[in-house]
């Protein structure tokens, strides 16, 4: 059975103040990890998709990163705005490759 | 474009009661999904649809029931709602693979069954 599990659950920082989220994970066979930003009362909102071990994505102040076992979400110099929950999901190979395992998040307070 | 929308926005129902979920589309994608959210659960896949006129079991099927009569529109519904199906519900859809692949998320509907 596919497993996600994120830490830390909340984590409050600084602004300023950089930091990573970690998404530790068990698959049958990876076909992407998925990266979702969710903000109060909202939908999640997609942010990157990792394939392989070793493979980076940036967008603004945020950086993904996976290597065979977990992936990180690092936050460079954060602002408020990007306080919100950050949700990691997993998708296998296999006859169920439609499906998305989600982790139950990490909510992030970016303080000013 | 809108997106994934969702309707109702807000609903609350009384045990025994039924309704429908409705979830509309307009990026063409296959692949139409129902989730729910529960605190302390993360989100978990209800039913799936990869295709207009098909429908599929997910990780927490019991109690609901789906339909797919059109590619853009994907319904959720209770018969007889019960307590533990309070809950956020999403809708969500994508291309199918080996295409990317990554969902696209309506703005959920909160739902309170007393």
């Known amino acids: 059975e596919d497993q996600v599990t994120q830490s830390p659950e909340a984590l409050r920082l600084q602004e300023g103040e950089s930091s990573s989220l970690n998404c530790s994970y068990t698959v049958s066979g990876l076909r992407g990890l998925f990266w979702y930003r969710q903000d109060p009362g909202k939908g999640p909102e997609f942010l990157f998709t990792l394939y392989s071990a070793g493979e980076e994505k940036e967008k603004e102040r945020l950086k993904a990163t996976l290597t065979k076992k977990e992936s990180f979400l690092h936050i460079t110099a954060p602002k408020p705005e990007d306080s919100a929950t950050y949700l990691c999901a997993v998708q296998a190979w296999g006859g169920s490759n439609y499906k998305l395992t989600f982790g139950k998040g990490t909510l992030l307070t970016v303080n000013p | 474009n809108a997106g994934v929308t969702q309707t109702p926005k807000f609903r609350v129902l009384k045990t025994g009661q039924s309704m429908t979920l409705l979830c509309a589309q307009d990026?063409?994608?296959?692949?139409m999904y129902w989730y729910r959210q529960d605190p302390g659960m993360g989100l978990r896949l209800i039913h799936y649809s990869v295709g207009e006129g098909t429908t599929a079991k997910g990780e927490v099927p019991d109690g609901y029931n789906v339909s797919r009569l059109k590619k853009q529109n994907f319904l959720l519904g209770l018969e007889s709602a019960a307590p533990s199906q309070t809950s956020v519900y999403f809708c969500?859809?994508?291309?199918?693979?080996?295409?990317?692949?990554?969902?696209?998320f309506g703005p959920g509907t909160r739902l309170t069954v007393l």
């Open positions: 969500a859809s994508s291309y199918p693979p080996p295409s990317y692949n990554e969902q696209f």
């Open positions: 990026m063409n994608h296959e692949y």
